[in-house]
């Protein structure tokens, strides 16, 4: 049986956990942080497009029996339409930016703590909702500020 070197589960590790510390995880199979850091832009640069969702094809719309929700449901996703415009128009807007970012940062060799990457993606999807839907809406701008508030005030050692 073939042995697995340090440097391909290093990388396996790192795609299975992309915010991992490189140092951290260099030091548990036993590689420099200098090649790790290497190692990781390989794994991440490979792993471009490996994950990407899978081109949508058209469904039948479910309708469930009235009985099962009653119209609350309908009447909720109703309203929400008209704040935020259709779920799957919104949803390929945000999730192209969101790939975006990753390929980027990837290409980059940036990586982010979960509360930073959380944030831009939560950032993105108000963004999205804005473009979408109705700009008009108070609470999507409040909330991008909020999600940049939160980190800032973390790194200024304030956590919420």
Same mark, same amino acid.
């Given at each position: 049986?073939?042995?697995? #070197?340090?440097? =391909?589960?290093?990388?396996? $590790?790192?795609?299975?956990?992309?915010? !991992?510390?490189?140092? =951290?995880?260099?030091?548990?199979?036993?590689?420099?942080?200098? &090649?790790? $850091?290497? &190692?990781?832009?390989?794994?991440?640069?490979?792993?471009?497009?490996?994950?990407?969702?899978?081109?949508? +094809?058209?469904?039948?719309?479910?309708?469930?029996?009235?009985?099962?929700?009653?119209? $609350?449901?309908?009447?909720?996703?109703? =309203?929400?339409?008209?704040?935020?415009?259709?779920?799957?128009?919104?949803?390929? &807007?945000?999730? #192209?930016?969101?790939?975006?970012? !990753? !390929?980027?940062?990837?290409?980059?060799?940036?990586?982010?703590?979960?509360?930073?990457?959380?944030?831009?993606?939560?950032? +993105?999807?108000?963004?999205?909702?804005? +473009?979408?839907?109705?700009?008009?809406?108070?609470?999507?701008?409040?909330?991008? !500020?909020?999600?940049? =508030? &939160?980190?800032?005030?973390?790194?200024?050692?304030?956590?919420?």
């Amino acid at each position: 049986m073939k042995k697995i #070197s340090k440097s =391909t589960k290093f990388m396996q $590790y790192i795609m299975d956990h992309p915010t !991992a510390k490189v140092g =951290t995880v260099a030091k548990k199979f036993g590689i420099t942080p200098s &090649l790790g $850091y290497q &190692l990781r832009k390989k794994a991440l640069d490979n792993q471009i497009g490996v994950f990407a969702p899978p081109e949508m +094809v058209p469904m039948p719309e479910p309708r469930l029996p009235d009985w099962a929700f009653g119209d $609350y449901v309908d009447k909720t996703l109703d =309203t929400r339409a008209q704040s935020y415009g259709k779920f799957k128009d919104g949803a390929a &807007l945000m999730q #192209s930016i969101k790939r975006s970012m !990753a !390929a980027h940062a990837a290409t980059h060799g940036k990586t982010f703590a979960d509360d930073q990457w959380e944030a831009l993606e939560m950032i +993105v999807h108000k963004m999205g909702r804005i +473009v979408n839907g109705n700009p008009d809406v108070t609470d999507h701008w409040v909330d991008i !500020a909020g999600y940049a =508030t &939160l980190i800032a005030d973390r790194l200024e050692g304030r956590p919420r």
